[in-house]
């Protein structure tokens, strides 16, 4: 994690490594989960604690203590970097992108890349993009 710290004492989140692509990636366009057996804790993103990857046998009360792990967990990264999570907020359409090309492995392109102009045509729709 690259890290600046401001003149009023307040650290700013520059870029980070994502461990998937093995790559620094601009804070923006970051994916800041994190294992926890045996989940994944996520940032959504509006910036809302989640997890995923939750075992098919998940009782209600382990689901309770996972989302209580993704709140605590998003609660202390944003505390130490408060400008972070204004980030996450601001590029939430270009990660949704981001994303959607990292995890797409090269099966059906014409229905893969189909879906996501839908989700980019329905998005501008409601930006009341032309």
């Known amino acids: 994690m690259s890290i600046v710290v401001e003149a009023n004492d307040r650290p700013l989140v520059t870029s980070l490594y994502d461990w998937e692509t093995g790559c620094i990636v601009p804070a923006i366009l ?3 989960s994190m294992a926890v057996s045996p989940v994944d804790l996520v940032i959504e993103e509006n910036a809302a604690p989640s997890f995923d990857n939750e075992p098919d046998d998940t009782t209600v009360e382990e689901g309770l203590k996972y ?5 605590e ?9 408060p400008d972070y999570e204004c980030a996450i907020k601001a590029g ?6 981001w994303f959607a090309l990292r ?3 090269g099966q059906d ?12 045509e329905a998005r501008a729709k409601d930006l009341r993009v032309d």
């Open 103 to 105: 995890d797409w492995r």
């Open 67 to 71: 989302t209580a792990w993704a709140t």
């Open 30 to 32: 970051s994916d800041p």
């Open 92 to 97: 939430k359409d270009a990660r949704h992108l």
């Open 73 to 81: 967990y998003a609660k202390v990264l944003f505390e130490r970097a």
């Open 109 to 120: 392109p014409e229905g893969y890349f189909g879906r996501l102009g839908d989700w980019a």
